[in-house]
């Protein structure tokens, strides 16, 4: 039983895991991106689609990257060359993202590909408890795992992390050290936004192998809120999205055991324990030191430089 | 020859005022892309546009039909906006503002005509209202970020309004279908032309200019565009900014929720499944559209319920989604924004070396 449960909790948390990653790469390079909503279903289109036109699962994946890359060059396009607001250009494209799927992924709608199946890794999937839900999983969880150590690794052991977080926490003083605010920006929401992709291609490559119309569900947002729970730290968005996940596969595991207790209430959970999060995460981040970049949703202009 | 972007000195009013115009302008060539990939005639899906919503009575009438809860919702969000609050929840309030008028429609018993709409009226006001104002309270009191709970309590507000209709709200004569009993006549609005025009239109106008009169000729409006523009000023000032927070937001939450007492009195009758087919959301462009000005979302609220009468007609002809609509509202959104640079900025081409 407690196997099940966290090898459901692992399974409905990765999706929100790449998500919230992706954003926290956006975040730290300044930039807030609340378009991940529409990436993550710009990304489940374009890995659905190019699975099923290629018959290449790794195709699909690449495919909901460089599609969600695209996508979110509008967001960079906007917010750091154009100094738009922020928060109406990530709104625009969870819009577009919406419309733009609906549009196109009609055609795919009720077609069925065969998705990412377990592979068990010798040794580690026969630890006790965990064994199963941590490495008797698909390619794409394990991938997952690999990025959160590398954005990790990224971030405070190399020079280009050094730069998305200085770009993020002072831009000025970022641009008099020789980095280039708009290049570190721009990168940082576009090859954010690809990560984000790939958690919609978990949901239409690994979750369910189809194509459903607004299939992401509020997910994008509940990553939004776990960025600021997880700290902008991508340890702490593992621990965040397998909570959300844990609480997803509780949720699901309620319903198969037929409980009398309304589905609809249910599927309520998710949504109101984000916002209890969001609401104790927040209060602890302001009574201690914030982890939140200095310069998170500052449009920056050489010439306002003081 | 070099280019460089440079500020304007000054950003003319010409620029402006056709900014926007020109950003729905492109948006819509660009939209053209979309249709024609998706095998339509952008030609003839606009004309068909433009015939369905404007070019019959019953078309117009129908373009009211759907401008009255954007005027309403759209209030509301530009509410927030003039005091940089950003209220993403307006859809969440109008379902609970149309759960509140449904619960006096079906359980209250008044028999009085406009007893009931008054009591239903107030009944989505506070509902609308206390559902922004939890974030409101929650921005107020430990600066929890009220993009992201608005937004979530979308999720929440459509969920409750679905555990009711699918339980203990259902219509026992309804054949299982998820909806309320059918209102009594006393619970409805005036219809008009014979078409489903409704006496909500009139409120929602009436709305925008007590909403105007509120903003530009009393204490309260003074308080709320000194703090949209400079919250440190708005303290040392001696005004209450938490208390002013949790209003505003309330306040648009509540204007929100007016549109879901608008929905089920004056159109629908009973409360459903989709009461609202995204209007919360549409509300956040024309409340950025509007610039602040509650004529302005009266104007953009009639080109959006156009924008959506000629969606709705295109879905019956080329089976296209109904959420296309929302591709082409980012891609106004879009050019909206990168229009606003154009009027700050210019680029220039200049000559030779380096300019800075």
């Known amino acids: 039983m407690f196997e099940i449960l966290l090898d459901a909790t692992v399974r409905a948390g990765t999706p929100i895991l790449f998500a919230t990653l992706g954003a926290i790469i956006n975040e730290r390079a300044g930039i807030i991106n609340l378009g991940i909503e529409g990436l993550m279903l710009i990304g489940a289109l374009a890995g659905f689609s190019g699975t099923y036109l290629s018959g290449s699962l790794f195709v699909g994946v690449i495919a909901a990257f460089c599609a969600t890359f695209i996508a979110g060059s509008i967001h960079a396009l906007i917010t750091v060359q154009l100094r738009g607001n922020q928060i109406v250009s990530g709104l625009a494209l969870t819009m577009f993202g919406v419309g733009v799927t609906a549009l196109f992924g009609k055609s795919m709608v009720g077609l069925t590909i065969v998705g990412f199946k377990r592979v068990a890794i010798p040794g580690l999937s026969q630890l006790p408890f965990i064994g199963k839900a941590f490495f008797n999983q698909d390619l794409l969880i394990y991938f997952s795992f690999f990025l959160v150590f590398m954005i990790w690794f990224f971030l405070y052991r190399t020079r280009w992390g050094l730069g998305v977080r200085s770009v993020g926490e002072n831009p000025a003083a970022a641009d008099t050290c020789g980095f280039s605010v708009s290049k570190y920006r721009f990168l940082a929401v576009t090859v954010g936004s690809g990560f984000v992709g790939i958690g919609g291609a978990y949901l239409s490559l690994a979750s369910t192998p189809m194509w459903i119309e607004n299939m992401s569900a509020g997910r994008g947002w509940i990553a939004v809120a776990l960025v600021i729970f997880a700290g902008w730290s991508s340890p702490r968005a593992m621990l965040g999205a397998y909570l959300f996940g844990g609480i997803t596969a509780m949720q699901l595991r309620f319903q198969a055991m037929g409980t009398t207790i309304s589905a609809h209430i249910l599927q309520m959970l998710p949504y109101f324990f984000t916002i209890l999060v969001l609401v104790i995460s927040t209060h602890r981040l302001q009574k201690g030191a914030s982890q939140q970049p200095e310069g998170l949703g500052l449009p920056y202009d050489r010439e306002d430089r003081k | ?356």
């Open chain 2, 1 to 356: 020859m070099k280019l460089v972007i440079e500020r304007r000195e000054i950003s003319s009013a010409l620029l402006r005022f056709s900014a926007p115009i020109a950003s729905i302008g492109v948006a819509l060539f660009v939209a053209g892309f979309l249709l024609l990939a998706s095998g339509v005639s952008p030609l003839e899906a606009y004309k068909e546009i433009i015939i369905e919503s404007l070019g019959s009575i019953y078309g117009l009438s129908e373009t009211l039909v759907k401008t009255t809860p954007l005027i309403f919702a759209g209030l509301g969000v530009s509410l927030a906006f003039r005091m940089q609050i950003w209220n993403i929840g307006a859809e969440g309030q109008i379902y609970v503002g149309a759960m509140g008028a449904s619960w006096v429609a079906l359980f209250s018993g008044i028999q009085t005509h406009w007893i009931m709409l008054t009591a239903m009226f107030f009944a989505a006001f506070l509902c609308g209202g206390t559902w922004a104002g939890v974030a409101g309270f929650l921005r107020a009191r430990w600066k929890v970020n009220e993009v992201i709970v608005t937004l979530l309590m979308n999720y929440i507000a459509i969920l409750w309004v679905d555990y009711l209709i699918y339980g203990p709200w259902k219509d026992p004569k309804g054949f299982n279908f998820p909806l309320t009993a059918q209102f009594s006549d006393t619970a409805r609005l005036a219809e008009y032309f014979n078409t489903r025009m409704h006496s909500g239109f009139f409120l929602a106008l009436f709305c925008a200019l007590v909403l105007y009169l509120f903003i530009e000729r009393t204490v309260w409006g003074y308080e709320i565009k000194v703090i949209g523009s400079n919250q440190r000023a708005a303290k040392y000032a001696g005004m209450n900014t938490g208390m002013a927070i949790f209003f505003v937001l309330f306040l648009s939450g509540a204007i929100a929720g007016i549109a879901g007492f608008s929905e089920v009195a004056g159109l629908q009758h009973r409360l459903q499944h989709g009461i609202s087919p995204g209007y919360g959301y549409t509300a956040i462009i024309i409340a950025w559209l509007a610039k602040r000005s509650a004529i302005g979302v009266v104007i953009v609220s009639f080109l959006m319920g156009v924008l959506l009468v000629g969606g709705d007609s295109l879905q019956l002809l080329w089976q296209l989604p109904v959420a296309f609509v929302y591709a082409f509202q980012g891609l106004i959104l879009f050019f909206l924004l990168a229009s606003d640079f154009f009027i700050i900025y210019r680029l220039k081409f200049v000559k030779g070396g380096a300019h800075v």
